[in-house]
Every structure is written in structure tokens, then in C-alpha cells.
């Protein structure tokens, strides 16, 4: 069962609402989608195909490589279907593997009952073949089995992943409410930012997005910071293939970029929590970083993106300070940001009203469980509503 060069259904998985930006990157990649969904993107390929995606995509939560399809109306049917499957060429009898599911059927009232049907399965195979069991547990470091069963169908994956990729592995100290990097990358691409002009992120926390903005701009890839993965611990694994694909990540990513990246806050400790998360990915170069109020954050002539990620609160009630706040953000990018784009994300409709300015666009997302908007200004100058003559 040679899967690292058999096609089979990829499935990429992704936050509710990511999609779109993680189709972009998987296009860019040279792969055609066969279907997009809400919290995915489907095409064909092989787990060697999984390497290149695991190292090269933002967006992304887990790269799911399907073995089998089958009909399961009950777990003695499902434990049925899967001890068949050769595990043995799957998993090493000596190692270890993890069992994760999504599960809606009417005999499992808890997913962990049907992952312990997985695992028995696989155990019992690999034991009627070997002679030994292999260790499993709850930790996602090694070998991931992925049950997904609705009804009566039921598809196993290799969760090529493991640990999932929405994080992005540099940020070592989170600060408080971090944004997950796979959404702050999201955000950022929806702005449709050219990667090449002035990023201003005042109120910056502990830097996740003037860090994403930073790895964008220089084709830093998430890969670079990651050295584990759920497809090395495959029998068949070729290290040799993961560190060709490290080495060409490494070989483009860019040292410099010819424009300011501007990250301010608040408090000290915050400014600098974002210096060390900045430093591990190795962009603490680029980014200005200084402590500051937001209304104090310097904007340079060349235009490009400001972009906010306030304090949002309970969607319920009256929060005084924080209409305060919003309200100072409008009046700041009102005055000092004429010429650029803006962006204020939030999941507080009510404090949005507060800004003062009409957003033109209003993108979906979600922070979490949370329905949140990406809300984009475009911050005119007087001469900008003139048309250019030719």
C-alpha cells in the first residue's frame, strides 16, 4: 500500500469562513480543487502531495488523505470494515498512533467511543499480523488515524497534519485573546494588501499580525518553523522529500522588503511579547515595534494598509470605554491615514457603529465561535475623489 505516490481523496481542512483565502493557496500551489466547502477544500493527490501543502499553507487547520470509504450503520460494522484494512504497511507495529473523529451516528453518544472502535481495529490488525500491539493515546505527535462518519457512511483518513496547522508554531508566548495565526493570515490576505507597501497594525498584542504580514511580504512560509509532522510517522516516509521541500521554502523566502511594517501598543509587556513571537519567526527586523497610544503611531507618506484588532467585548450591553475607543480609531484614521486602506476587525456590531465611517466592505469571519466582520475603509484624500486623468 504504497500511499506517499497512490492518488486518493485530500481533504484541507480550515476554520469556518478561511475557504476562500485557503483555495487561493492551494491554486497557487499548482493544485486544482475539486470541491470547496465551508470549512475546506477537496482535490486529488498522494501523500506526497500532502508534504509540499502541510509546509507551504496558512490558512489551513488539518491535510486529511482518505484509505477507505464504507457503509457503517453500526460500531460492530464499523470495527468490521476496519480491521480489514492493512494497517500493518500503515503504522509500525513498534510506534505509536492517535485516533480523532467526527462522528454523528445514532449509536455513538460520545466521538471517544468510536475512536476506541478505531483504535481496537487497528491494534487488533496489527497484532493478528505482528505478534505486537502499537501504543496509542491522545497525543497528535505521531501516527493520526481520522474517522469521519455521518449516518450510516464512514471514511478513515491519515491525518497527514497531526498537530494542527492553524498555528503556526512561532508564536511561543500567546499575550492575551491572541488571534489564531491561520485567521490573522486569513484577514490579511482578504485586504488584498500587495505585500509590498506599508503595513500599520496599532493595538498590536503580541504581534500576530504584523508577523503574518511580515512572513507574507518576505514568502516566509509556516513550514520553516515546524519540524513534525503526521505523514513522517507513515511507513514509506522519505525524509529526503520533506527536506527538499524545506529547502526550496528556505531558498525563496526573502531577507528584506523595501517598506515599513509598524506594530504599536499600549503596554510595554504586550510590545514585548510581539518582539519575542517576531524574533522566533525571524522577522524582528522588519517590524517596527514601539509603545505607544494607537492615536500616537506613526503613519508614513507612502500609503499602504492600517489595520485594527481591538477589544470587542460581550456582543450584549453598554461598554462606555470601548465606544470611547472606537470612536478615537474612526477619528484616527479619519486624520492621519488619509491615502491608505482601513481595516477594523471585531465581533461587536454595535461598537462598529461607533467608528464613524462607512465601511465599503464588510467580509465574514469567525474568531472562534464568534460571527465576526472584517470592515474596510478606504480613507480618501481630496484629490482622490477626482479621477485620474490619462
Keep these: 500500500m504504497s500511499i506517499f505516490h497512490t492518488e486518493s481523496k485530500i481533504i484541507i481542512t480550515c476554520n469556518k469562513r478561511l475557504s476562500p483565502y485557503l483555495q487561493q493557496e492551494v491554486e497557487e500551489l499548482g493544485y486544482e480543487p475539486v470541491r470547496v466547502f465551508q470549512t475546506g477544500v477537496e482535490l486529488q493527490g498522494t501523500v506526497t502531495d500532502t508534504i509540499a501543502l502541510n509546509l507551504n499553507l496558512r490558512c489551513a487547520s488539518q491535510i486529511l488523505y482518505s484509505l477507505q470509504s464504507f457503509t457503517a450503520k453500526d ?3 464499523l ?24 462522528v454523528n451516528n445514532p449509536h455513538i453518544l460520545t466521538p471517544l467511543f468510536a475512536n476506541v472502535k ?27 488515524v481520522h474517522l469521519y462518519w455521518q449516518d450510516d457512511r464512514a471514511e478513515i483518513f491519515l491525518d497527514t497534519s ?22 490573522a493570515a486569513s484577514t490579511i490576505m482578504a485586504t488584498h494588501w500587495d505585500r ?16 503574518e504580514a511580515a512572513l507574507l511580504a518576505t514568502d516566509k512560509h509556516p513550514g520553516l518553523f ?68 494607537f492615536a500616537d503611531t506613526d503613519v508614513p507618506e507612502e500609503p499602504g494598509v492600517v489595520m485594527f484588532n481591538p477589544e470587542y467585548g460581550e456582543r450584549l450591553g453598554t461598554h462606555s470605554k470601548l465606544e ?16 491608505y486602506r482601513g481595516y477594523i476587525f471585531t465581533g461587536n456590531p454595535d461598537l462598529a457603529k461607533k467608528i464613524g465611517l462607512r465601511a465599503n466592505r464588510k467580509i ?7 460571527d465576526c466582520r472584517l470592515l474596510e475603509y478606504e480613507l480618501y484624500q481630496g484629490s482622490k475623489r477626482e479621477p485620474k486623468e490619462e
Design 226 to 293: 515546524r519540524m513534525n509532522y503526521g505523514f513522517m510517522h507513515i511507513i514509506g516516509y522519505e525524509e529526503q522529500v520533506f527536506f527538499g521541500e524545506r529547502r526550496l521554502l528556505k531558498d525563496k523566502a526573502k531577507k528584506e522588503t523595501g517598506f515599513k511594517i509598524i506594530a504599536t501598543d499600549l503596554s510595554p509587556d504586550a510590545v514585548d511579547i510581539a518582539r519575542k513571537n517576531a524574533k522566533t519567526a525571524g522577522v524582528e527586523h522588519l517590524i517596527d515595534f514601539s509603545v505607544c497610544d
Design 79 to 102: 470495527y468490521d470494515n476496519l480491521v480489514k484494512i492493512e494497517w500493518e504497511q500503515l503504522i509500525d507495529f513498534s510506534g505509536y498512533f492517535s485516533v480523532t473523529s467526527n
Design 118 to 144: 478505531v483504535k481496537d481495529a487497528i491494534v487488533d490488525r496489527i497484532k493478528s499480523v505482528k505478534g505486537i500491539r502499537p501504543n496509542s493515546g491522545a497525543d497528535a505527535n505521531k501516527t493520526v
Design 196 to 211: 509590498n507597501s506599508t503595513f500599520i497594525n496599532p493595538m498590536c498584542g503580541s504581534g500576530t499580525l504584523a508577523i
Design 324 to 339: 470611547a475607543t472606537y470612536k478615537r480609531i474612526g477619528d484616527y484614521m479619519k486624520q492621519k491615514c488619509l491615502g
Design 75 to 77: 460500531p460492530a460494522e
Design 364 to 370: 465574514e469571519f469567525y474568531n472562534g465561535k464568534l
Design 162 to 183: 497531526g498537530e494542527t496547522l492553524a498555528k503556526h508554531s512561532y508564536r511561543k508566548i500567546p499575550g492575551k485573546a491572541p488571534m489564531l495565526e491561520a485567521l
